[in-house]
């Protein structure tokens, strides 16, 4: 049964309440519904806790997907901890500040990739820094001038907003792929969208700030050589 993934439609949301579904081989906690973010595309797992019926509190280290079309999500309890069963009704709750960084750090690699309008090979999102890898030849990228582009982007606040297209709209827009290592999931017949207005498209599933404003103040702190024509882009939140 296909987990109702809430943080697609809200990032905001820290809390829903839940129906357990399933228990995996492994002891993860399969919900039809969940705040959790699952780890992929290079950002972190939601960590928290499931409240179950008997007010006892179940702590949450991780959420993974289940299958390759990210439809099912199952939730990783702290060892030790007392297990609901299937059926059972629970509240599940994220751990709000690495979230809410997190977004602000994911927003702005979207940023940086339309600041440097290379194909992405690789990247990370942290709650105080992040990387993005770029397949770029010799070029003089100078972390300062960077840093003042991605400062002009969040001072415009621009609206971040989601929407979606199906699979065939996607394949017959190539383009709007940025990522080389890692591509969208296809295959449920729909892709979600990520726009920042007048700067930046691209498929996502990650969650993001509402507008560039919340970010906050980034900086540019490293720029390294990972390969002939690799680059590593480091960014801090500051």
Sequence with gaps: MATDCL???DAYLRE???GVT????DG????DRTVFYAASGGQPADTGALTLASGETLRITGAVFCDPQKSEIAHLPAPGAAMPTVGDTVRA????EPRHARMRMHTALHLLSAVLPYPVTGGAVGETESRLD??????GLDKAAITERLAAMIAADAPVTSRWISDEQLQANPGLVKTMSVKPPM?????RLIEIEGYDLQPCGGTHVRRTGEIGAVQVTQIEKKGKQNRRVRLALV
Excluded at 134 to 139: G, K, N, W
């Design 93 to 96: 709750a994220i751990d709000w």
């Design 16 to 18: 829903c309440d839940a």
């Design 134 to 139: 770029f397949d770029i030849p010799e070029a």
């Design 187 to 191: 295959g449920t017949g729909r892709v």
């Design 28 to 31: 993860g906690i399969v919900l």
């Design 7 to 9: 943080f697609r439609d």
């Design 22 to 25: 399933a228990v995996t081989a």
